[in-house]
């Protein structure tokens, strides 16, 4: 097998258990973030009654990379390639 391929048989999942107390608190901190943009997906009508606005937002992948610079040089030399 190549360091590539990855068997999905031999994946570790990790559940909330799993974390330590930091690691829950910014999971639920992401967590109510989305729940709140969600929530401005609905509006309330006169009548009181609550409406969709606009379809639910997807969840993003958000990757957080040590070095920020490197996306900034990495998005320059892709924008410069002729």
Known sequence: MATADL???NVITVTEADLR???KQAMESAMEEYKQLCLKSFSV???G???PKQA???PRQVTFDPNPGKVQTWLTM???VP
């Open 49 to 51: 009654e609550v409406i």
């Open 21 to 23: 107390d930091e690691q």
């Open 78 to 80: 892709l924008l410069t």
């Open 45 to 47: 009508n006169r009548s």
């Open 7 to 9: 068997d999905m048989e």
């Open 56 to 58: 639910l937002p997807m």
